[in-house]
């Protein structure tokens, strides 16, 4: 189990730099479609509420498309996402997860 104190205290790295960036609705494709029904189910109902209600209280997680330069993939957030394309949204902040580069240093 890992301790919390390790994440913090730098212990713990992360494979990816998050940064919070503002994107356009259209240019994020949810890594794998909703199921058939999703958007009728209570779970969707209640995240379709509160986002009309309170608005967005938790960011979607994206990290960009490899094959397609300025779309991300959501990673996390897929009915949030839906939510706020039936609410007429347009542009939202989410985390953007950037991986890290590693460089391999050798002895010679």
Partial sequence: MIQT???????????????TVELPLDVLRPHRPLVAGATHC?????VLASVATVGLVEPLVVVPEHDVEGRYLVLDGRLRLEALRRLGKEVLFVFLQRRKRHTRTTGT
Avoid at 42 to 46: C, I
């Fill in 5 to 19: 104190d390790a994440v913090f205290n730098g212990t713990v790295r992360s494979a990816f730099q998050r940064e």
């Fill in 42 to 46: 209570r779970k969707f109902l209640q």
